[in-house]
């Protein structure tokens, strides 16, 4: 019902900066809160930013100071800036949209996952 496109992963230097951008599109009448998350090899999947629709943001602390989430309402997409970026930021980085659309009068949500993208910090 949701597509999740991510783009602008790949490989950095220790201290460089990526931004990642996700692109929702379908059946979306409005969205919820945005997210990034993040999966190390052998770790759990973590929780990186989130911006909910009024603006406000949380943040994991070890990437507070160093990484920015925003939104862009219009397009239904939300974007991550990663400067400072350290060897353990690396990972696969997906994004998590919280949706809604109302159908037969009634709201339904959507809570949808892309499909990752690699970031690897490596000299």
């Known amino acids: 019902q949701v597509q999740l496109v991510e783009s602008g992963g790949g490989l950095v230097q220790p201290g460089g900066s990526l931004r990642l951008s996700c692109a929702a599109s379908?059946?979306?009448?409005?969205?919820?809160?945005m997210g990034w998350y993040r999966q190390a090899p052998g770790k759990q999947r973590e929780l990186v930013a989130a911006i909910t629709s009024g603006g406000s943001t949380n943040y994991a602390a070890s990437v507070k100071g160093r990484f920015t989430i925003s939104r862009d309402n219009a397009k239904n997409t939300v974007y991550l800036q990663m400067n400072s970026l350290k060897p353990g930021d690396t990972a696969v980085y997906y994004c998590?949209?919280?949706?809604?659309?109302?159908?037969?009068?009634?709201?339904?949500?959507?809570?949808?996952w892309g499909q990752g993208t690699q970031v690897t910090v490596s000299s």
């Open positions: 998590n949209v919280e949706s809604f659309r109302y159908y037969s009068s009634s709201r339904q949500g959507f809570n949808s």
């Open positions: 379908g059946s979306i009448f409005g969205i919820n809160t």
